[in-house]
C-alpha cells in the first residue's frame, strides 16, 4: 500500500496524496508535509522517502534567467516587501471613466468652440446685409406715389361759419374732422396716394421702420367766392345780379404730389434714398440660421418718441400736412425691430455636432473592448505578488501605467530582474521584455488568486497563486 502525504500550501493543508502524485505537482525542498506516523510537520527535503523526487525537480522556470545580474549601481536595499494588493482593475476603471469624462467634457468645448465661431461669422454675415441696405447711412427714406382716386364732398361749413366770428365758431372734438380744419370740400380717398417708409438705425442691431400712408384730403377754402362779374340778367331777362367766382384751387392728383416730394425728394436731412424701397422692404425679411430680424419690444435702443414695439396714429385725421388752401391727411404706422439670436436652432446644431461626435468616440471605446475581450480580465493581473507554486521562492509582480509601458519584476531567491511588459494577442498572450531577450507566454487562466501561464516556446505551465495578505518575503527593491 502506497503511503500518502499531506502538505501546505500558504496556510491550506492539501492531500492526502501519492509519492506519484507529488512529483507531477512538484515541490520545493523548504515544503512542509505530513504522513501517518510523523509526530510532526517536516519540511520535504528531510523526509526520506521523498528526498528521490526532490532531486529529480526541473531546474528554475524558464521565466527567469539566473544568469542575468543586478545592476549595483541602483543600491537597492534588502526589505520585506508588502502583500497588501492593489485594486488596480477599480483603479484603472476609474482612470478610465474619468479619461472618458474629460474626454466628453474636450468633445463638448471643441463642440461650443466650433458653433460659437459658425455664430459670430453668421452675426457677421446678417449685420454685412444691413449695412448694404443702410450704405453708411443711419436713416434711409423711400416711397411709392400713385394716382389717387376717390371723390369730392361738399361740407356745409360755409353755413356754419357764416356770421360768426373766429372765437364762436366749434372746435371741440365731436365735431366732424373737417369742422376744426375749415374745410369747405374734402376729398375722401378711396385708393391710391403715397406710401412712404423711413427705417432708422437707432443702437446697435436696434432700427425703427416707420410707414407713412396717404389718407382723405380738403380744401380750406369754397370752390367759388362772392365777386362782381359784371352785368346779366336773370333767367326771366331782368335786372342785374352779382355772379361766383372760381377760386383757384390745385387739383387733388397735384396736392398728393406735392406732399409726396415733401417728405422725399425735398427732405432737408439727406436721407432720401431713391431706389431702396425694395431694400426698406426686404429688410424686416433677413435671417440666416442663427439670427432674424423680428418685431420685438426695445431691448437695446430706440428713437427718443416711442419705447414699445409698434405705434401708431391716433386716428386716420389726426395728423396732416397744411398748405395756405388746403390740408392732407395721413396715417403713421411705426415698428421697432431687433438682430435677434435664434437660441433653439443654436441649440439644437451643437446638440446634433456634440451628439455625433460623442457617439464617434462611444463607438470607437466600444470597438476598442471588442477588439481586446480580456481586457478588462487581465487587469486582474495587476497590483498582486504572485507566487509560482511549484517554486515558492519564485514571485511574478506586474506593474500597470496608462501612459507608459507596463512593467515586471521578477524574483527568484533575492534576486531581482525588471522589464516590460506587454499584454498582446488580444489580450491572450503576455510578452515580458528583459533587455537582451523576449519571452512569450499564452494565459490560459487568470482568477483573483489564481494565475496559469504556459511557454509559447516549450508549451510548459506554469501555475502561481496571489500570496496572502499576511505573509512577507525578503526581496531586494
Known amino acids: 500500500m502506497n503511503k500518502k502525504f499531506y502538505y501546505l500550501e500558504g496556510k491550506e493543508q492539501k492531500g492526502p496524496f501519492s509519492i506519484e502524485e507529488l512529483k507531477a505537482i512538484g515541490m ?31 531546474p528554475p522556470p524558464p521565466i527567469f534567467e539566473e544568469d542575468k545580474k543586478i545592476d549595483e549601481s541602483n543600491n537597492e536595499t534588502v526589505t520585506q516587501i508588502s502583500v497588501e494588493d492593489n485594486n488596480v482593475k477599480f483603479w484603472a476603471i476609474l482612470k478610465i471613466c474619468i479619461s472618458n469624462f474629460l474626454g466628453v467634457c474636450l468633445i463638448g468645448t471643441l463642440c461650443f468652440i466650433n458653433t460659437e465661431n459658425k455664430k459670430a461669422r453668421l452675426k457677421s454675415e446678417i449685420s454685412g446685409r444691413v449695412n448694404n441696405i443702410f450704405n453708411g447711412r443711419s436713416v434711409i427714406i423711400d416711397g411709392e406715389n400713385y394716382s389717387v382716386q376717390g371723390h369730392l364732398k361738399n361740407t356745409n361749413y360755409k353755413n356754419i361759419s357764416s356770421g360768426k366770428s373766429k372765437n364762436e365758431l366749434p372746435t371741440d372734438l365731436f365735431f366732424p374732422w373737417w369742422q376744426n380744419e375749415k374745410l369747405y370740400t374734402i376729398f375722401e380717398c378711396s385708393n391710391g396716394g403715397f406710401t412712404i417708409k423711413r427705417l432708422s438705425k437707432v443702437g446697435e442691431d436696434s432700427y425703427d421702420l416707420e410707414v407713412t400712408e396717404s389718407g382723405d384730403m380738403g380744401y380750406r377754402k369754397p370752390q367759388f367766392s362772392r365777386g362782381i362779374t359784371g352785368w346779366s340778367y336773370n333767367e326771366n331777362g331782368s335786372g342785374n345780379i352779382y355772379g361766383d367766382v372760381k377760386s383757384d384751387r390745385l387739383p387733388v392728383q397735384q396736392y398728393y404730389n406735392l406732399a409726396y416730394e415733401y417728405y422725399t425728394k ?3 436731412t439727406g436721407t432720401y434714398s431713391p431706389g431702396s424701397l425694395n431694400d426698406i422692404n426686404r429688410f424686416i425679411n433677413l435671417n440666416n440660421e442663427y439670427f432674424s430680424i423680428d418685431n420685438i ?25 397744411t398748405w395756405d388752401d388746403a390740408k392732407l391727411y395721413y396715417t403713421l404706422e411705426g415698428k421697432h425691430y431687433e438682430v435677434v439670436f435664434i437660441q433653439d436652432r443654436y441649440n439644437y446644431d451643437l446638440l446634433v455636432l456634440f451628439g455625433i461626435i460623442s457617439g464617434i468616440f462611444i463607438l470607437t471605446t466600444v470597438v476598442f473592448i471588442v477588439a481586446k475581450p480580456k481586457f478588462f480580465r487581465n487587469f486582474l493581473l495587476f497590483g498582486k505578488k504572485w507566487r509560482n507554486v511549484s517554486y515558492q521562492e519564485h514571485l511574478l509582480i506586474f506593474e500597470h501605467y496608462f501612459f507608459k509601458p507596463n512593467s515586471f519584476v521578477q524574483i527568484w531567491n533575492n534576486k531581482v530582474l525588471k522589464g516590460v511588459m506587454k499584454i498582446t494577442d488580444k489580450g491572450n498572450t503576455i510578452n515580458l521584455s528583459y533587455p537582451d531577450s523576449e519571452h512569450f507566454y499564452k494565459i490560459e487562466k487568470v482568477e483573483e488568486d489564481n494565475l496559469t501561464i504556459r511557454d509559447l516556446k516549450d508549451g510548459k505551465t506554469f501555475l502561481f497563486e496571489r500570496m496572502g495578505a499576511k505573509q512577507n518575503a525578503s526581496t531586494i527593491i
Open 266 to 268: 425735398n427732405d432737408k
Open 297 to 321: 419690444s426695445p431691448t437695446k435702443a430706440t428713437s427718443s418718441n416711442h419705447f414699445a414695439i409698434s405705434w401708431k396714429s391716433l386716428d386716420s385725421h389726426s395728423g396732416g400736412l
Open 28 to 58: 520545493s525542498p523548504g515544503t512542509l508535509v505530513w504522513s501517518e506516523g510523523m509526530e510532526n510537520w517536516q519540511k520535504a527535503k528531510d523526509v526520506q522517502e521523498l528526498s528521490d523526487s526532490l532531486k529529480k525537480l526541473p
